[in-house]
């Protein structure tokens, strides 16, 4: 198993997961051997699993996406657990071995636009939800930066577009999302959905 880390711009490989697993591209032999095999595989899987939880233990990876053979990838998943679980965004199909970054980079790029967009969704429904029970979430470039000056921003939202009264409110905004470690989110595929609210707002953490 390969393991790499990256964005649609960008992927390189992080570390290889080796074993040598006798006898696992064979299709015929006893059944005994086929078990044997099985396990082996099964194996290898788990300690593949437990090498993806210690990285995403660290904090810094987001999201997972799992590029094995169709039969493969259920059965990594099992080995996961419920939090990591939580944290896949998709599948796509590659030959693990002989396949470069770059060919990974662009094997995956369906995934990374599908689940870009499902996250922008869904945090866009939150705000909405927030600012329709007047709790929790903020619009317009003088209250984002105001409740990140009191450290509760938990997602800083923008429109890639921002073109605002004040030009430098965003980069003060990013600064201090940055220090802060709030996530960064720029709007790519609803851009008109911060139009009414000064195209920039904030989901806070309390």
Do not use: W
Not at 9 to 27: A, C, M, N, T, Y
Not at 51 to 56: G, M
Not at 75 to 102: C, H, I, M, W, Y
Not at 114 to 120: F, G, K, V
Request: net charge negative.
């Amino acid at each position: 198993m390969r393991l790499l880390h990256g964005n649609p711009d960008h992927i390189e490989e992080l570390e290889q997961v080796k074993d040598v697993i006798p006898g696992q591209h064979e299709r015929q032999g006893t059944a005994e051997h086929q078990r044997a095999v099985e396990h082996q595989i099964d194996q290898h899987l788990k300690k593949a699993a437990g090498d993806v939880e210690r990285l995403l233990a660290t904090g810094r990876f987001g999201r997972v996406l799992i590029g094995a053979p169709a039969e493969i990838a259920p059965r990594f998943e099992q080995n996961l657990s419920n939090p990591a679980r939580d944290k896949l965004a998709g599948r796509f199909d590659v030959e693990v071995p002989d396949t470069s970054p770059d060919d990974v980079r662009q094997a995956v790029s369906a995934c990374f636009e599908a689940d870009e967009l499902r996250h922008e969704r869904d945090v866009l429904e939150r705000l909405t939800e927030r600012l329709g029970r007047g709790e929790r979430a903020v619009t317009g470039a003088a209250d984002v930066l105001a409740m990140l000056e009191q450290a509760r921003v938990g997602i800083l939202i923008y429109d890639e577009r921002f073109d605002g009264p004040e030009p430098q409110a965003l980069e003060k905004a990013l600064e201090h999302a940055v220090a802060q470690s709030a996530e960064i989110l720029p709007l790519r595929h609803h851009p008109d959905a911060l139009e009414p609210h000064g195209q920039i707002a904030a989901v806070l953490r309390f």
